[in-house]
């Protein structure tokens, strides 16, 4: 048995460390995933992005109009407006 041959290792302190650290990483591995699974998903299209920045107040009506035309004239088909 374990317990006769001196190969007793840690006993219960290192059972504790051990649930300790196995919760540890539970908890840490679901911190992680729920973070992951609520980042904000971006698009990668320049208008989108543009539309959103003026519409939380980043950028006033005449940056929008300038920003808007310099995108759509390096654009081969123009988003109707």
Do not use: C, K
Not at 39 to 66: K, N, Q, S
């Amino acid at each position: 048995m374990m317990w006769n041959d001196d190969h007793y290792y840690f006993g219960w302190p290192g059972m504790l460390l051990m649930m300790a650290v196995v919760w540890s990483l539970a908890g840490a591995g679901v911190y992680l995933g729920a973070r992951w699974l609520g980042r904000a998903r971006t698009t990668a299209d320049p208008l989108a992005i543009l539309d959103e920045r003026l519409a939380r107040g980043e950028i006033d009506v005449e940056e929008y109009t300038r920003l808007w035309q310099a995108i759509t004239d390096r654009r081969p088909a123009v988003r109707s407006r």
